[in-house]
């Protein structure tokens, strides 16, 4: 996670100068664009992708849980003893998705835009979520050339719960109340403009689904129907919010319940 956690800072921070620091640069230097879209693309690269983990059947049989009666180990003891795959490997892939979408990072980008809107090349907002949603849904634009089965999906176990959780943080960020602050307008615009997106490309790849297996099929199947709910939820409460002169609140359009199962 130091990785990480370093590639995410150097793709929405500024170099920050102090009085009586050496040289003589401007107080606030922006980090060059495309080094930020390179640590962009090193926090998605390693964290989304099922291939970097090097996760074989032959490694994962090797896996077991060690139980020891120490501080490390005491709560594996009443565990099966066998490593969870996907409860590991979902964690990290949804702290990474956080670590770019959170408010504070996002309204770092969004002040640079303003900050740096003399340079020729800067990274923004949108930049971001279209990198995002290009790194967790590469499926929806690949050849489906199959025969693939549940056993050999054309859209792994792992990526689905990945594209799940991508789903439900848009879903957050579509939200009037997102607590994204000064961002939150854009946030929510930009966010309900790639759950639209999301539901036609589904929608076109469920045209070949005779060609998909059933987990794909399903997966995307309930994708695609709780998206057109939820932007239909969004169009009532608007028209009910501007009706009424505003107030109330809105739980996730009213699928929390959906898209937590």
Same mark, same amino acid.
Request: aromatic residues 6%; hydrophobic residues 35%; charged residues 25%.
């Given at each position: 996670?130091?990785?990480?956690?370093?590639?995410?800072?150097?793709?929405?921070?500024?170099?920050?100068?102090?009085?009586?620091?050496?040289?003589?640069?401007?107080?606030?230097?922006?980090?060059?664009?495309?080094?930020?879209?390179?640590?962009?693309?090193?926090?998605?690269?390693?964290?989304?992708?099922?291939?970097?983990?090097?996760?074989?059947?032959?490694?994962?049989?090797?896996?077991?849980?060690?139980?020891?009666?120490?501080?490390?180990?005491?709560?594996?003891?009443?565990?099966?003893?066998?490593?969870?795959?996907?409860?590991?490997?979902?964690?990290?892939?949804?702290?990474?998705?956080?670590?770019?979408?959170?408010?504070?990072?996002?309204?770092?980008?969004?002040?640079?835009?303003?900050?740096?809107?003399?340079?020729?090349?800067?990274?923004?907002?949108?930049?971001?979520? +279209? $990198? *995002?949603? #290009?790194?967790?849904?590469?499926? @929806?634009? !690949?050849?489906? =050339?199959?025969?693939? &089965?549940?056993?050999?999906?054309?859209?792994?176990?792992?990526?689905?719960?990945?594209?799940?959780?991508?789903?439900?943080?848009?879903?957050?960020?579509?939200?009037?109340?997102?607590?994204?602050?000064?961002?939150? +307008? $854009? *946030?929510? #615009?930009?966010?309900?403009?790639? @759950?639209? !997106?999301?539901? =036609?490309?589904?929608? &076109?790849?469920?045209?070949?689904?005779?060609?998909?297996?059933?987990?794909?099929?399903?997966?995307?199947?309930?994708?695609?129907?709780?998206?057109?709910?939820?932007?239909?939820?969004?169009?009532?409460?608007?028209?009910?919010?501007?009706? #009424?002169?505003?107030?109330?609140?809105?739980?996730?359009?009213?699928?929390?319940?959906?898209?937590?199962?």
């Amino acid at each position: 996670y130091t990785g990480l956690a370093l590639g995410q800072n150097q793709y929405t921070a500024c170099q920050a100068d102090r009085r009586g620091d050496p040289g003589d640069r401007e107080p606030i230097v922006p980090i060059d664009a495309d080094q930020q879209r390179a640590a962009l693309a090193f926090v998605l690269d390693n964290m989304m992708l099922d291939e970097n983990y090097g996760l074989t059947p032959d490694l994962l049989r090797k896996m077991p849980v060690d139980k020891w009666y120490d501080e490390g180990g005491m709560r594996a003891l009443t565990s099966s003893g066998v490593f969870t795959i996907h409860d590991r490997i979902g964690g990290m892939q949804k702290s990474a998705l956080l670590m770019v979408t959170n408010p504070g990072t996002i309204n770092s980008v969004y002040d640079n835009e303003l900050r740096d809107s003399d340079l020729e090349d800067i990274l923004t907002v949108a930049e971001v979520m +279209n $990198t *995002v949603r #290009s790194a967790i849904w590469t499926e @929806l634009n !690949g050849d489906v =050339d199959g025969p693939y &089965t549940a056993s050999k999906p054309y859209v792994s176990s792992l990526r689905r719960d990945l594209q799940r959780a991508h789903m439900e943080r848009l879903l957050e960020m579509a939200s009037p109340d997102n607590g994204f602050g000064a961002s939150s +307008n $854009t *946030v929510s #615009s930009l966010a309900r403009m790639k @759950l639209s !997106g999301l539901h =036609d490309d589904i929608e &076109t790849m469920l045209d070949r689904r005779s060609r998909l297996d059933d987990y794909t099929v399903a997966h995307l199947s309930n994708m695609h129907e709780i998206i057109g709910r939820a932007m239909d939820y969004q169009y009532i409460y608007n028209a009910s919010d501007m009706s #009424s002169g505003g107030g109330g609140s809105m739980m996730l359009f009213g699928l929390e319940n959906e898209a937590s199962n």
